[in-house]
């Protein structure tokens, strides 16, 4: 996938398995939500193929769209609609049929009951979040792609969405998020995969990465003490400053 | 942890027909239209503001005979809502990623334009409504049912006119701050051209440019509507000129249109 002449995302090939949380790590335009967004279908690859369970997303869109939810990196809702409208709108775009009472009830579950009659723009960055996923996920979709899920998010707010997402895999959904926090990595996510300029530089459990590359010079040059997965991604990526 | 089982073992979700989609966009669209009061409230006020003035002053005749005066009137707010209404709403949204969270749902595309269009041009029937009520009101200017009929389908036509400018506005023009800028900046030979195509009182010259200017086009077209008894060859040359600037300016605006402002 390019933008002109730079090319964005090149060869990437992964697999999200059922149930597992999957991390995309890699530095500021590393291609992290270029690949994302040919998943979700806001961009057109150049080559390759792209398949949500047994559906091509490149020949069948709408119907790969319905088997994932999205939680983009700057989300932002129609900012003249309530809360209760938006939840509203998107239920019905995934073909979701709530009743006033079951709606309510989604709200409550996110702690947002009292919020109902709000807009988008008066909820506070984690309270904005925990709508944005419980709306990706109103359909019980097989895949959730997360785009800096808990980026601005204080550590409670932060906290709180992981156990959100882990009971999301715990029944049974795969979930793809890419983050720029390693502790959020190694937390969270059962496998990582480390890219940079477009490409995908390793993939493996947290815990693995850090056993193969614990002896990599580039890794221990950077390391203070115990290797972690940040000395592990600075050594892969490099130290120069992203923009 | 996990199983080395590739995502499939979920029932699979069905995507929802282009029709609910539209329906449920159209639902929300229309609830942020009528929650913007004072944008209804002015999308009708300039054209009334307008009709009284043109009835009220004293050389008003020098507009042409009341039902182009009406015709005016209405064109003024058609261009208004298409050029300068939709246009900023579209890259406003467009800029808080609005559009971007619609598309990563399984609605096509063409359902989340083409529900805003829809409440746009719903809104340009409502305005022209209470122009031609206020006309009444105020100028005694009655229709036939056939004129009143015909007027609402000719502004169906000039909606799809300004409403093709706006898109086209909208997607050359990505960033909102320059958009309004710029609608301004457009709107005013658009009314302005509008107003002497069918005077002389600049000149030929201009009359004749004014004439087949959008604007021009269309209020000529809205005064044959009114009045079908005088539907003549222009009437068709200018129901002909509103098509052309419809596909150009559609076809500009589709070609050129982004969905994010970066």
Same mark, same amino acid.
């Given at each position: 996938? *390019?933008?002109?002449?730079? #090319? ?17 790590? /890699? ?21 390759? *193929? ?9 020949? %069948? ?8 939810? #999205? ?28 009743s006033e009472s079951q709606l309510r009830e989604r709200l409550s579950g996110i702690h947002l009951q009292d919020e109902g009659s ?5 909820? *506070? ?31 409670? *707010? ?21 983050? %720029? ?40 040059? #950077? ?11 600075? /050594? ?8 | ?9 979920? !029932? ?106 829809? =409440?746009? =041009? ?26 009143? =009929?015909?007027?609402?389908?000719? =502004? ?32 005013? !030979? ?37 009045? !079908? ?34």
């Amino acid at each position: 996938m *390019s933008y002109g002449s730079t #090319v964005a995302v090149d060869s990437v090939d992964l697999e999200v398995w059922a149930g597992e949380i999957f991390g995309l790590l /890699g530095p500021n335009g590393a291609g992290k939500t270029s690949a994302l967004s040919a998943i979700e279908g806001l961009l057109r690859p150049d080559a390759g *193929s792209i398949m949500v369970g047994d559906v091509d997303a490149r020949s %069948h869109p709408l119907e790969a769209k319905a088997q994932m939810g #999205v939680q983009l990196q700057s989300t932002s809702f129609h900012a003249d609609l309530t809360i209760l409208e938006i939840v509203r709108l998107y239920a019905g775009l995934y073909g979701v049929k709530l009743s006033e009472s079951q709606l309510r009830e989604r709200l409550s579950g996110i702690h947002l009951q009292d919020e109902g009659s709000k807009r988008f723009r008066e909820l *506070s960055g984690g309270q904005q979040q925990r709508l944005s996923l419980m709306i990706s996920t109103i359909h019980d979709p097989p895949l959730a792609l997360l785009d800096e899920p808990t980026a601005g998010l204080d550590p409670q *707010s932060r906290r709180q969405l992981w156990d959100r997402i882990e009971g999301f895999r715990k029944e049974g959904h795969s979930i793809l998020l890419t983050t %720029h926090s390693m502790e959020e990595a190694q937390a969270v996510c059962d496998r990582v995969a480390i890219m940079d300029h477009g490409k995908i530089l390793a993939v493996d459990t947290p815990a693995a990465l850090i056993t193969l590359h614990r002896d990599d010079p580039r890794v221990r040059k #950077v390391a203070h003490g115990d290797v972690t997965l940040e000395d592990v991604f600075i /050594g892969l990526t490099g130290r120069e400053l992203r923009d | 942890m996990t199983d080395d089982v590739p995502a499939t073992v979920r !029932p699979r979700a069905i995507a929802i027909s282009s029709w609910t989609s539209l329906k449920v966009l159209l639902r929300a669209d229309a609830a942020v239209q009528m929650r913007n009061k004072r944008s209804i409230v002015l999308s009708s006020a300039l054209p009334l503001i307008q009709l009284y003035a043109l009835f009220a002053v004293k050389r008003s005749t020098l507009f042409g005979d009341p039902r182009l005066r009406v015709a005016l009137c209405i064109t003024l707010g058609v261009i208004t809502l298409g050029v300068l209404g939709y246009s900023m709403a579209v890259a406003r949204d467009r800029e808080h990623g609005v559009f971007q969270r619609l598309r990563v749902t399984p609605a096509p595309t063409w359902t989340i334009m083409c529900s805003r269009l829809a =409440v746009q =041009v719903a809104a340009m029937l409502v305005m022209a409504i209470v122009v031609l009520v206020a006309a009444y009101a105020i100028g005694g200017v009655a229709l036939s049912l056939g004129g009143y =009929v015909l007027t609402l389908v000719a =502004v169906l036509l000039g909606a799809g006119v300004f409403l093709s400018i706006g898109q086209a506005v909208a997607g050359l023009i990505r960033s909102a701050d320059t958009l309004n800028a710029t609608g301004r900046f457009i709107l005013l !030979p658009l009314i302005g051209l509008s107003l002497f195509g069918h005077s002389d009182v600049l000149g030929t010259t201009v009359e004749y440019i004014s004439r087949w200017s959008p604007g021009g086009a269309f209020s000529s077209l809205l005064a044959g509507a009114m009045n !079908p008894s005088t539907w003549s060859g222009e009437t068709w040359a200018a129901f002909l000129a509103s098509l052309a600037y419809t596909a150009v300016f559609a076809g500009a605006g589709i070609r050129w249109f982004r969905w994010t402002a970066r």
